[in-house]
């Protein structure tokens, strides 16, 4: 993981799980929160990427715009930069093969673990979906648990929220 120069931050102030924080360097984005706690926000942003993030949303209005456009059923695939080098190695070798899983589709965290090469390395699989910096961009909410059930979503409302996200992609029948 790298330090940056620079890192700006903007909000989608309304969406159907609620509001959402996102931060971006200069790669790309680096950080997307469900919690509405500007100051975590913040915090952990600064931790990840090494400088402070600066109140710009201008600088991240491509992710506000195709958020809400993914919250309206008009998009299905983000076209954004992400700021890999926020991540460990084996987070990023995860987190690209997550990041690749089509919308509507799930899959299992055997499933990830084998597609990077590491077939018993299906707890780590699921500590790097765990602390997804990016969550929803880099869907997280498509992998499930080696049963087939919803395991984890580390945002406010947990499971359900993960559900709900399922759903509006159609992929989910609860």
């Given at each position: ?8 931050m903007g909000k989608l102030e309304e969406s159907p799980v609620g509001p959402i924080w996102i931060a971006a360097t200069e ?148």
């Amino acid at each position: 993981m790298s330090a940056h120069t620079a890192c700006w931050m903007g909000k989608l102030e309304e969406s159907p799980v609620g509001p959402i924080w996102i931060a971006a360097t200069e790669k790309g984005v680096c950080r997307v929160s469900l919690w509405p706690d500007r100051e975590r926000f913040e915090a952990e942003t600064a931790r990840l990427t090494g400088c402070q993030p600066i109140f710009a949303p201008d600088r991240v209005r491509s992710a506000v715009e195709q958020l809400s456009a993914y919250f309206r059923k008009e998009l299905t695939q983000f076209d954004l930069p992400i700021d890999w080098s926020v991540m460990t190695p084996f987070q990023e070798q995860a987190l690209r093969a997550v990041y690749a899983i089509p919308y509507g589709r799930v899959c299992r965290y055997g499933d990830i673990a084998r597609q990077v090469g590491k077939p018993k390395a299906v707890r780590a699989v699921g500590r790097a979906n765990a602390t997804n910096p990016i969550p929803i961009i880099i869907p997280c909410h498509r992998v499930l648990g080696s049963d087939g059930k919803l395991h984890g979503f580390s945002a406010p409302g947990g499971l359900e929220t993960k559900a709900w996200l399922l759903r509006l992609e159609g992929s989910w029948l609860i």
